[in-house]
């Protein structure tokens, strides 16, 4: 079911420094060993449901959006966002993980959509929990017109496990660290329990950018 970014989600206006000055760009993070193998037929941007299965997803129903730009704050239209993560017993939807922990047919593990005009995008997940070694996370991959993608990782503002994890901790400007923490308040929306606005700000090296 494909999640509509102009109705269900609230999309704000980006706040941007002063115009004269470059935004700060959003760091680049890992890839990470669990990008799905084979990518699931339902890859809308609602993870919560899946075509043929029966009830939502477990874990708390949340509204990730924000708007991708570059360093001068001009939106990026046409971006491909690729997200995925834990399901919300904190297994990946991958074979290499082999926790003891549920498998959820209902949660789709993987997720795309792609920015609109004014570099808008939206997803519908569950809240991320820990996995071993890591605070909760999302990962994010960004491309455009089949270029080199770009990686990063969204974590969860107040989450204990921010403070050890390995792969946030390599983020030592303090300012782009905070960038990539997300609070996740209380949603208006009906159906929805958390919102987060995730706003990347893409540097001088283009998504377009051929490998």
């Known amino acids: 079911m494909l999640l509509g ?4 989600l609230s999309l704000g206006a980006l706040t941007l420094r002063d115009a ?7 760091p680049p993070q890992m890839e990470g ?3 799905p193998p ?9 993870l919560t449901r899946v075509d043929g299965h029966e009830g939502p997803a477990y874990g708390v129903v949340t509204d990730v959006s924000g708007h991708i730009v570059d360093v001068r704050g001009a939106p990026l239209p046409g971006v491909l966002i690729e997200i995925w993560q834990v399901n919300g017993y904190g297994r990946y939807h991958h074979p290499d993980d ?10 789709q593990g993987y997720g795309r959509t792609v920015t609109r005009e004014d570099g808008a995008y939206g997803f519908r997940t569950v809240r991320p929990v820990p996995y071993p070694g890591r605070a909760p996370h999302i990962h ?8 080199k993608k770009f990686y ?8 204990p496990e921010n403070a050890s994890d390995f792969v946030l901790g390599q983020v030592r400007d303090p300012r782009a660290r905070d960038a990539l923490i997300v609070p996740l308040v209380p949603s208006p929306v009906a159906d929805s329990t958390l919102t987060g606005r995730f706003d990347i700000v893409l540097g001088h090296t283009p998504v377009t950018e051929e490998p």
């Open 5 to 8: 970014m102009g109705g269900t």
């Open 20 to 26: 004269r000055a470059d935004l700060l760009a959003t």
């Open 33 to 35: 060993p669990f990008y």
């Open 38 to 46: 084979r990518l699931p037929l339902d890859r809308d941007n609602d």
């Open 98 to 107: 082999r926790q003891d922990l549920p498998y959820d047919p209902s949660f």
């Open 140 to 147: 994010f991959a960004l491309s455009r017109d089949g270029g």
């Open 152 to 159: 990063t990782q969204m974590y969860v503002a107040g989450a």
